[in-house]
């Protein structure tokens, strides 16, 4: 007993923190300190954040706490402290207290014993002394924490329905402008929860005594933060000084980012109040007046001035974010269909609202909303001064009553007024939201259906931002993206889509009706292949998908003969403007494929395009401004190589897109092919090659597994006898060798990656050590030939690309060794004759029979150009055997030289397909069955062949061959021309294949 005394006239302190009896011996301390004073300042401070913790505590562990508390009324200490005269030293501590407390508060009945007596909504309207920054965060974040709690049952806490207050909603508009951003944002969201209430006396007093108000201050606000970032703009001359128009850029965009959820409450009323301010303060006399006034403008024009691009700029990002259908439809029907410039003049001047609501000028201020919610609190304090000021919030325990006791009657009479200008509204959303008296919409209606067959003359001045005669890249950029937002905005109205789109009726599809935006459109892909390189990459982007989005419905692209023409012409445009750096550029493979990779894996936003500050300033092409390469025009050859393989990559996919086909030839290595780190690899029939990684800390036991496309090193698998597991993959185009001049038996790999910047990413850089020096020169043959090989193969799907296999031999390329659209390996003379016989791979296969066809088909002159590692290419003298009859029609001529083979028959070349003396299913059969060749006297060490013997060898097989044929009338002459200089033949020379 006497312990228990002492805690509770606070002598002593319990050890336990977080338990009833702390409570009552804080209690104590606030019972014994009920003014703030120098001296206690410190201990009133900590005690207020001890109670917070307890009564967090007992929120979830112990319901006493609560039932303590407001029995002895301590929040009545809080309200009392704020109220003195040095309350504002803990005033911080008290904020703080009571956000946490609210904030971590899951019991509802807890929630609501707070809330009971009125205390907090005192708290809210207590006189705060906000010039102090700390005191201004805490309270607004309270603010925003109590508009969390917010629901059908909790807002009666806080609006009392009898006298029409409201004061945690009203407080918080106060700020609704305030300097600091993180005020604003907490009086949004603020807002935003009190919109989403379902409780129709609040959204009552919220449309009748706040709505217009609070969103003409609100656009107003708007509109002067718009003609701050044109001036800014206008000073932005350096791209280096970017950060205050970055600044105003993403301000404008939160406050579109808030409309839009305004919109997407789906509050009729609020959202019909909010779209008549839009138009009427912002849209029409800033944005749309800006794209019609001309050079001279009259004195008594008051409306604000803004250039003409970002008025553009900032309308796609209203078309951007803003979805709400009459909003959008609004600004389309002033868009698209008005030709009057005196019709959006008369918008902008002062019209009658309706009756028992004051005038509106929209080209003025709107009265400060501060001052207007200050005179509808001293307007209810006149009013109920005969009375007991208080808000009467119900206790939680009347909570679930309903709501059938409210008299109907009881409710202002301005509300049928407010009905019948929602009403209003409401009927004459194509009117634009006008007030204007019936003969004025009238009239309206009757010159926008004259004017329907036309196109407006805003959209008319939009679309010659796109003419390429005087093009500026600027305006074209910002055009596009307008272009884009709009067509691909979901709110756009259906004659609008009619207007720029093919539409579908009886299941047949007409045309679209604007070709002229078409054709302007097209005009600039033209332009983006000229040289002088004016056409910067996003614009060109953004073009193409414009196209496509206008051009391609329901998986099907409706768009004329004509433009398809002009389209394909521009990508063989952009295919031959590539190609003169394909012959001549050592890198182009791996540029080629790096940018592929960035083109493709970048995924297209306009929304973040439209983020970008730099499309706001003169286009520059210096890499210095940190400006990215599709943003800005090229700089020295590497990087218009890169501009072109873009242009040539979008316009391509735009073709493709356009006649409806797949992407079948790009990538150029298809990912899902290739092996991956950790994949389980059946190496029962692969060769390896066992080697030591030296790495700069451990050496791992791996094996490399020879493979034509891919660098892979694998390590054995434990439970399965002949797997493996991959521990590396790469590439084996970007390897690269160099053997270790103190150690045989080493090789020094490296691969390199290529990246933006242009400086390579090195991915490995290893000594690898192997057995012998004999199994390190197999793994260095192997990895140079299969790196050559890979890129070379490469090399010619690039040129098919490009249209290069269509030229003459002459103007290809030194690199380019084969016709052949399949992986073809070398034919030679040595290993050539061996392929002839085994067609067991497809690619030998199809070359065989592909060739055999060709001679089938009548071609006079035939040639397979085989890999330059064919054997005896550096050597091998010509061999011809033209000395034939030329004149015989069964005579068929085989020339050789180097690595290539000739067939020539006169009576093919007559393209007489019917001829019975040549049965070349017969002939080719023979060539077949043709036995593998070994060469004679073969060693280790080498043999040296005369080309005379190797020339006369392949001879006699041939005639020994195709002699049984001679029952046909058949012939075949093969003579030979050969020098007598021998041949050194090593087998281990790397430029001979085996198979």
Known sequence: ????????????????????????????????????????????????????????????????????????????????YMR????????????????????????????????????????????????????????????????????????????????????????????????????????????????RVPVQQMQKFIKEKTAQCYFSNLVWLIRNHVLDLDICVKNTIDHTKKSSLIDSIDEYI??????QDIYMIDNQSLSNFLTQQLIRRLFVPVFLSSLIRKDKFLVKDQKPNIQPFLAVFLLSHVFSIITYKPLIADLCELIFFVNDDKLIDQMCERSKNPPGQTFDDYMSEPRNLVNYLSSLSSEKKRTHSHSRRSLSVPHFSSLNKSNENVNPNEELNIEPLADKANDEILDNSELLALN????????????????????????????????????????????????????????????????????????ETSPMNNENLMDYLIKIVEKSVEPDYKVRLSTLEIATRVIKSIACTAHRSYISEGHMTRIEQVRMQSASMLRESFRTEEMFLDMFEHEYHSFNSQTFSCEMLLREWSILLTPT????????????????????????????????????????????????????????????????????????????????????????????????????????????????QDVEVTPDKEDSRSLSITIKKSTQSGKPYILLNSTFTFDDHIRCMAAKQHLVRARERARRIKLEKIAQLLNLSSNSNAQKPNFL????????????????????????????ASMISSTWSQIAQGEKHTQMISSPMAAFSKTSSPVNTNKSNPSDPNTISVSFYRNQISFTSPSLASSSNSNPSLDTNKLKEKIESLPV?????????????NQNESDDFLTTKLKETIKPLADDDTQMNVNNESNSEPIIFNPDDPSIQYY
């Open 254 to 259: 939160d406050h579109l980012n808030y409309l």
């Open 1 to 80: 007993m006497i312990s228990k005394a002492r805690i509770w006239m606070g002598i002593g302190k319990p050890k336990n923190p977080h338990s009833i009896e702390n409570l009552k011996y804080l209690y104590g301390i606030l019972n014994k300190n009920q003014s703030v004073t120098e001296n206690n300042k410190d201990l009133l401070i900590e005690t207020l954040r001890s109670i917070s913790e307890i009564l967090i505590w007992g929120d979830q562990n112990d319901s006493g706490v609560f039932d303590f508390f407001l029995e002895k009324q301590m929040i009545t200490f809080f309200l009392h």
């Open 84 to 195: 003195q005269k040095y309350g504002r030293f803990i005033c911080v501590q008290l904020l703080q207290t009571l956000n946490i407390l609210f904030e971590n508060i899951r019991n509802e009945t807890s929630l609501y014993f707070l809330l009971s007596n009125n205390h907090i909504n005192n708290i809210i309207l207590n006189k705060f002394d906000f010039s102090d920054e700390e005191v201004m965060a805490y309270y607004i974040s309270f603010l925003k924490t109590l508009s969390l709690k917010l629901n059908s049952h909790s807002i009666h806490f806080f609006f009392n329905e009898r006298v029409s207050e409201f004061p945690l909603y009203v407080e918080a508009l106060k700020f609704f402008d305030h300097p600091e951003a993180m005020v604003r944002i907490a009086v949004r969201t603020l807002t935003l929860n009190v919109f």
């Open 817 to 844: 060794h084969s016709q052949s659209q399949n992986d073809i390996l070398p034919y030679n003379l040595v290993a050539g004759y061996n392929l002839l016989n085994n067609l067991s791979h497809p690619g030998r």
């Open 436 to 507: 204007i008296t019936d003969d004025e919409k009238h009239r309206n209606l009757s010159v926008m259906s004259k004017n329907q067959a036309q196109l407006g003359l805003i959209f008319e001045n939009l679309l010659q931002y796109l003419n390429t005669n005087d093009y500026d890249e600027l305006n074209s950029l910002i055009c596009l993206s307008f272009m884009y937002t709009m067509v691909n905005n979901p709110g756009l109205p259906s004659k609008v889509v009619d207007l720029i789109k093919p539409r579908q009726t009886n299941g």
């Open 933 to 945: 060749f070994s060469p004679k006297n073969t060693s280790d060490s080498g043999v040296q062949l």
């Open 621 to 732: 092409s210096t890499p210095l401004s940190g400006i990215e390469l599709t943003k800005r025009f090229p700089c020295g050859d590497t990087e218009k190589l890169k501009h072109l393989m873009r242009n040539f990559f979008l316009i391509r996919t735009l073709c493709l897109n356009l006649t409806n086909e797949i992407e079948n030839q790009l990538p150029l290595t298809k990912q899902e092919h290739l092996v991956k780190e950790n994949d389980a690899l059946d190496l029962n029939s692969s060769d390896l090659i066992a080697c030591t990684v030296n790495l700069k800390d451990k050496k791992d036991r791996r094996f490399l597994v020879i493979d034509p496309i891919q660098f892979i090193l694998v390590e054995p698998e434990v439970k399965r006898i002949g797997w493996g597991i991959v521990k590396f993959s790469d590439l084996i």
